[in-house]
């Protein structure tokens, strides 16, 4: 079985299409995962929850999803989040609002659980540290944990009294043990936020080694497009511009 895993497209559709083109380049896929933050900042909500709806997926709701449905207060947000998510809420049919609504904070598929923040604070608490990561391997079920929200393209292991925390390497796989825990996040496809511009995603195939690989790709998209709609919405100028920055 293979797995497309992605996290945080932020109504970027232009990046959601390049990632969709470049995995199916690459053996294609049975099935999404899709951990969080479909909407919010970019242009085109409407057309990413259509995208991932026509596709077989398994998905959960991150904190823009939920700020959009009411949720979340979105005053929560920095100035620029606010404003998207404010205006993307006025953008989605009743249909999508609910189809954004019903989902999950946390799913189980296999020896995967999938949450957007933390299986400690779900939705918002951001996986950047040890004692983050620690407080998930707590309570964490399943071998392993597949996270997003920080944009960041990150996999922590546990080890006798700690964890270790390393950024994916897009040359060489990730092999799966199921007696070695590990908390992944694959990026974000919609805005990264670690420097480089690409859109980051996963690929998991479990007939690959021991528990199955998780391959780490960055794929180029059309940049100029997705600013240029940003800005035409009316959106603040910040997210058209920070998405050349990758940060």
């Not at 959960?60 to 959009?68: F, K, L, Y």
């Not at 071998?143 to 997003?148: A, D, E, H, Q």
């Given at each position: 079985?293979?797995?497309?895993?992605?996290?945080?497209?932020?109504?970027?559709?232009?990046?959601?299409?390049?990632?969709?083109?470049?995995?199916?380049?690459?053996?294609?896929?049975?099935?999404?995962?899709?951990?969080?933050?479909?909407?919010?900042?970019?242009?085109?909500?409407?057309?990413?929850?259509?995208?991932?709806?026509?596709?077989?997926?398994?998905?959960?709701?991150?904190?823009?999803?939920?700020?959009?449905?009411?949720?979340?207060?979105?005053?929560?947000?920095?100035?620029?989040?606010?404003?998207?998510?404010?205006?993307?809420?006025?953008?989605?049919?009743?249909?999508?609002?609910?189809?954004l609504a019903g989902l999950p904070e946390v799913q189980t598929?296999?020896?995967?659980?999938?949450?957007?923040?933390?299986?400690?604070?779900?939705?918002?608490?951001?996986?950047?540290?040890?004692?983050?990561?620690?407080?998930?391997?707590?309570?964490?079920?399943?071998?392993?944990?597949?996270?997003?929200?920080?944009?960041?393209?990150?996999?922590?292991?546990?080890?006798?009294?700690?964890?270790?925390v390393a950024l994916l390497d897009v040359t060489e796989p990730?092999?799966?043990?199921?007696?070695?825990?590990l908390i992944v996040n694959p990026g974000s496809v919609g805005?990264?936020?670690?420097?480089?511009?690409?859109?980051?995603?996963?690929?998991?195939?479990?007939?690959?080694?021991?528990?199955?690989?998780?391959?780490?790709?960055?794929?180029?998209?059309?940049?100029?497009?997705?600013?240029?709609?940003?800005?035409?919405?009316?959106?603040?100028?910040?997210?058209?511009?920070?998405?050349?920055?990758?940060?």
């Amino acid at each position: 079985m293979r797995a497309l895993i992605i996290s945080d497209v932020h109504s970027n559709l232009e990046a959601f299409d390049a990632v969709l083109a470049d995995a199916d380049a690459c053996g294609g896929y049975h099935v999404v995962w899709f951990l969080g933050d479909l909407v919010g900042y970019a242009a085109d909500p409407g057309p990413c929850i259509a995208r991932l709806r026509s596709l077989q997926h398994v998905a959960i709701a991150g904190n823009h999803d939920h700020a959009v449905t009411g949720k979340l207060n979105p005053d929560l947000f920095n100035g620029a989040a606010r404003a998207a998510a404010l205006w993307t809420a006025y953008q989605l049919t009743y249909d999508e609002l609910a189809y954004l609504a019903g989902l999950p904070e946390v799913q189980t598929v296999g020896d995967f659980t999938h949450v957007h923040g933390s299986l400690r604070d779900p939705v918002m608490e951001y996986l950047i540290s040890e004692p983050a990561a620690l407080a998930t391997f707590a309570l964490l079920a399943t071998s392993f944990c597949l996270v997003g929200h920080s944009h960041y393209p990150l996999v922590w292991t546990e080890r006798e009294g700690g964890a270790d925390v390393a950024l994916l390497d897009v040359t060489e796989p990730l092999l799966l043990d199921a007696n070695r825990r590990l908390i992944v996040n694959p990026g974000s496809v919609g805005q990264p936020r670690d420097g480089d511009w690409r859109a980051s995603y996963l690929l998991y195939d479990s007939d690959a080694g021991d528990a199955g690989i998780l391959e780490h790709r960055r794929v180029k998209y059309d940049i100029a497009t997705a600013q240029r709609k940003i800005r035409a919405a009316g959106l603040p100028e910040s997210l058209a511009d920070r998405l050349a920055r990758g940060h």
